[in-house]
């Protein structure tokens, strides 16, 4: 199938921002806390570099593969280049802060030893990624149209055609600590609104399915802040053209306060 592959090669390269953004607050909230701890010199630092690593890069790709089965309707040759593209920068990216990060704790020769046992595990997870991708398949299961998709394309009967909704790109961990509870309460109440209770089962399907990826990252203490907002957008929008006006607002609302608007 045709595709804009424009667009997605400027829509994978616009979540880097995000990904450095994840990658350094993570980094340094473990190095606060080592620092704390009296272990920021030691060989735990490292293996929490590794382990930083192994679950960032995983998670970003898993999304990027999910993303690009989803906009390319499959797994084709061309697709894959654009995922391989994108992963080959994102492997790069954590590498090189992990690396620089890392040397500056002077621990010598361990140091290197472990930087190269993150960049082989990196490799692998990226060669597994890929090769799954390839084969339409995500670790044990198969990609999958997401119901999100088919619902907006139903409501708008043009893929895309949804106005993005006024969320910022400054992420604010204090307000996100004022509001994390209250954003979560309202997701709940819009499950069991009267506009939900109208809509479709396939419908109720795609909004409860999104309000669950953003409800885990909003009870965290520390959400991954490029998730929430991606997938806070995703529901407001998808629930703005559902009709769900009233609980739409109120959502919109809580994330602007978090991200600015």
Do not use: C
């Not at 390319?72 to 697709?79: I, N, V």
């Not at 809509?199 to 802040?225: C, M, Y």
């Not at 957008?233 to 009233?246: A, H, Q, Y």
């Amino acid at each position: 199938m045709a595709f804009d592959t424009a667009y997605l090669g400027r829509s994978l390269d616009n979540r880097l921002p995000e990904v450095y953004e994840a990658l350094a607050r993570e980094i340094n909230t473990m190095q606060a806390k080592h620092a704390a701890a009296g272990t920021l010199q030691s060989g735990a630092t490292l293996i929490a570099f590794e382990e930083i690593a192994a679950s960032q890069f995983k998670s970003i790709v898993a999304e990027a593969s999910k993303f690009t089965f989803e906009f390319t309707a499959g797994h084709e040759l061309e697709a894959l280049i654009y995922l391989t593209n994108f992963a080959n920068r994102v492997q790069q990216m954590i590498m090189a802060e992990i690396t620089e990060t890392a040397n500056r704790l002077n621990l010598g020769a361990v140091t290197a030893t472990q930087i190269e046992k993150v960049r082989a595990k990196l490799e692998r997870f990226k060669e597994q990624a890929l090769a799954d991708f390839s084969h339409g398949m995500q670790g044990s299961e198969r990609l999958r149209k997401d119901p999100v998709v088919s619902v907006i394309n139903n409501q708008t009967n043009s893929p895309g055609a949804i106005q993005q909704v006024g969320i910022g790109d400054n992420f604010s961990q204090t307000a996100f600590t004022q509001n994390h509870n209250e954003l979560v309460a309202a997701i709940d109440r819009a499950l069991i609104s009267q506009e939900f209770s109208q809509l479709s089962p396939e419908q109720k399907e795609a909004f409860s399915d999104t309000a669950a990826v953003v409800k885990e990252e909003a009870v965290k203490a520390e959400p991954d802040a490029g998730k929430l907002k991606r997938w806070g957008r995703r529901l407001v929008d998808l629930g703005k053209d559902l009709g769900m006006k009233v609980a739409t607002a109120e959502i919109v609302h809580l994330l602007a306060r978090m991200f600015g608007a």
